[in-house]
């Protein structure tokens, strides 16, 4: 199921199977040449129909959200074998209860995605990507909403202790351009032409300069931007035998310098060398929970929770972008009232009344 059904130049959107890859969408788009699709989530294997089942985000969602704004129709076979086409190709619309949102992010317990109508954009031509280093996460995080308040929205800020990224360079053969301070930033941002793509880059660093940034560097070729970029998106690879679990907590932007200081303080009371990274300006942190010794730590789920914890009292969320799967369904109850479980629990049995999708996803329990 991965054909695409129509490119409707004229309402700027997209309709395919739900087998269809973001690769085979992004090459109809480089066939057409105009039009763009902004969610990337580091896997070009990825089936929109996945996509939609997991409300994608990716490092671009600072300019152009996540998933779930850019879709316009599902159809969704049921459990029961019934088909629903929920939205359409309209821009607006608020005729009854959202359905179709609902099976954003639903992870396969809703019903089986078999159709997607996305919106696409015109396509921007000019675009970079930079880093500006800090001596500490603080600075840098004071940064970012200084950035977004100068009238700039780049399409990706991304945070990175430099420990990672030295890590991610080496294991890649690379070498990290940025020498001076402790921790960058990752800039992507676009213009509608080179002037315009130059001066905003150059504001970006006359900004972090204020608070206290202590080098820049920009991306002179296509190889250094790509390289830039395969250091962040490898960043996990070195740590994949030392890591318990990495985190996916978002807080609201403006409480992620405070959340930053209360991780590090958490992580020093267990004695674990939590390291981070994430897309800063989403407020959207992965921090990685080490192991020792090969083994999950002695109080390492105390640790855990005691960061959820911190997390939600500064109006956060437990999975701002990896979903709550299989492993974050005991952790349901910390971040949902009771009397939002219930109706979560009904929403689930009124599509599946068999609780036959995805047992034991989202929560433990199958409905029925
Ligand atoms: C290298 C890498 C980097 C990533 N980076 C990011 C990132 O930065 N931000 C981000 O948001 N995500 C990221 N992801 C996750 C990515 O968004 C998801 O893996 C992807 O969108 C899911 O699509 P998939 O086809 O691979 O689904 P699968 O992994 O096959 O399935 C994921 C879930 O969706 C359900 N599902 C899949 N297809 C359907 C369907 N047609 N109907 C109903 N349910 C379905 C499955 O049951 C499962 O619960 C990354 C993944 C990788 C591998």
Same mark, same amino acid.
């Given at each position: 199921?991965n ?7 004229k309402n700027?959107?997209i ?8 690769s085979?969408?992004?090459?109809a788009?480089?066939?057409q040449g105009?039009?763009f ?13 996945g996509m939609?089942?997991?409300n994608?985000?990716?490092?671009r ?6 998933m779930?704004?850019h ?10 074998g ?16 959202d359905?179709?949102?609902l ?6 317990t809703?019903?089986?995605?078999t159709?997607v109508t996305?919106?696409l ?5 000019f675009?970079?990507?930079m880093?500006v280093s800090?001596?500490?996460r603080r600075?840098?995080s004071d940064?970012?909403p200084?950035?977004?308040q100068?009238g700039i929205t780049?399409l ?13 360079a080496?294991?890649?053969?690379l ?7 402790s921790?960058? /930033?990752?800039? !992507?941002? $676009?213009g509608v032409?080179e002037?315009n *793509?130059y001066?905003?880059? #150059? +504001?970006?660093?006359?900004i972090?300069?204020q608070?206290?940034?202590?080098d ?5 070729s296509a190889?250094?931007?790509k390289d830039?970029?395969?250091?962040r998106s490898?960043?996990?690879?070195p ?5 318990a679990?990495i985190?996916?907590?978002?807080v609201?932007?403006s409480a992620v310098p ?16 939590i390291v981070s /990274?994430?897309h !800063?300006? $989403?407020?959207?942190m992965h921090n990685? *929970?080490?192991?020792?010794? #090969? +083994?999950l ?5 105390d ?11 500064y109006?956060g969320t437990?999975?701002?972008e990896?979903g709550?799967g ?5 952790y349901?109850?910390?971040?949902f ?5 219930e109706?979560m ?5 009124a599509?599946d ?13 199958t409905?029925?």
């Open positions: 199921m054909r695409i059904i129509d490119l409707d130049e700027l959107m309709t395919m199977e739900g087998g269809t890859t973001l085979q969408l992004l090459e788009l480089e066939k105009k039009l699709f902004p969610i990337h989530p580091g896997d070009e294997g990825a089936e929109v129909g939609v089942a997991t994608a985000g990716g490092t969602a600072v300019k152009h959200g996540i779930r704004n879709v316009k129709a599902v159809e969704i076979v049921l459990a029961t019934e088909i629903l086409h929920l939205g359409g190709k309209l821009l607006k619309n608020n005729m009854g209860y359905l179709m949102q099976v954003m992010g639903s992870e396969g809703l019903g089986v995605i159709e996305l919106r954009y015109g396509k921007s031509e675009s970079n990507t880093l800090f001596q500490s600075e840098a940064a970012v200084k950035v977004l100068s780049p990706a800020c991304e945070y990175m202790d430099r420990e990672l990224t030295l890590a991610s080496k294991d890649l053969g070498v990290w351009p940025a020498k001076k301070g921790v960058d /930033l990752m800039f !992507i941002v $676009d032409n002037d *793509l001066e905003n880059c #150059g +504001k970006i660093v006359d972090c300069g608070y206290g940034a202590v820049s560097v920009v991306a002179e190889k250094e931007q830039l970029l395969a250091v490898n960043c996990y690879v740590y994949k035998s030392k890591v679990d985190t996916d907590i978002a609201p932007p405070d959340f930053f200081e209360d991780v590090r303080k958490i992580g020093e009371k267990y004695d674990n060398p /990274l994430g !800063i300006a $989403d407020g959207n990685f *929970l080490m192991n020792r010794d #090969g +083994k730590p002695e109080n390492y789920e640790m855990k929770k005691e960061i959820y914890q911190t997390a939600i009292r109006g437990i999975t701002a990896h709550t299989k492993t974050r369904t005991d349901m109850s910390l971040q009232s009771p009397k939002e479980l109706i629990r009904s929403i689930k049995k599509f009344p068999n609780g036959i999708l995805n047992p034991g996803t989202i929560f433990h329990e409905a029925g």
